[in-house]
């Protein structure tokens, strides 16, 4: 059985403003480094096989700082969804302008496609189908994956086999710890949104895209 140990990235200042990033290639600020610190610290003591993450700035540079001077290896399958239209856009700015689409967002449906963007289950096929191929590569592994909320979202739905509405349900809060256990016959979450690492300075709810 494989284990990842899937981690937010830390967090943006699109985070702290609540505005949708997608794919725009935001790097931490000050607030996300130093979270990326506190789970490294979280982490320094697991025997890591590997480390991956998605190729977007934000993601990478968690990654790198977890890794302490090891090898990321930079995923594209784990890239945040892409948002489309709204990318740069606040929640506020989209209801005002794009009703319909905000309405889309809010239903939390599967199927529908941010407007020239991706639905999240096209995010859930390319996600899942990168863990599975790494469960095969490291079996009995430990495997650390830095990625996005709103693809660290579709993973959990989909070892929960959930439906419509389970994504806006729960919370990833920045460098939150994800653990999931993966082989051929079971797959199953351990833990969710673990901010333990986190407590010195708690952290608000955050924009998940």
Not at 5 to 28: A, S, V
Not at 32 to 48: C, E, F, I, K, S
Not at 108 to 126: K, L, M, T
Request: hydrophobic letters at 40%.
């Amino acid at each position: 059985m494989t284990t990842f140990y899937i981690i937010r990235h830390g967090e943006t200042d699109y985070n702290k403003t609540g505005r949708f990033q997608g794919q725009l290639d935001i790097p931490l600020n000050d607030e996300g480094r130093r979270q990326g610190g506190l789970v490294a610290a979280r982490m320094a003591t697991v025997p890591l096989d590997a480390i991956y993450t998605s190729d977007l700035k934000r993601a990478e540079e968690t990654a790198r700082i977890i890794a302490q001077g090891r090898t990321v290896v930079l995923e594209p399958r784990l890239r945040e969804i892409h948002v489309g239209q709204v990318m740069g856009m606040s929640a506020a700015e989209i209801a005002q302008t794009m009703p319909e689409v905000w309405a889309d967002i809010r239903a939390d449906r599967d199927d529908i496609p941010f407007p020239d963007g991706e639905s999240p289950a096209d995010v859930q096929i390319r996600a899942m189908a990168a863990l599975a191929d790494l469960a095969v590569k490291y079996p009995d592994g430990h495997v650390a994956v830095v990625s996005h909320g709103g693809v660290i979202k579709t993973i959990v739905a989909g070892i929960f086999g959930a439906t419509e509405g389970f994504r806006s349900k729960f919370v990833l809060d920045n460098c939150s710890l994800t653990l999931v256990e993966w082989s051929a016959e079971r797959r199953r979450c351990r833990s969710l949104n673990d901010t333990g690492h986190l407590v010195e300075a708690p952290c608000e709810v955050r924009a998940d895209f």
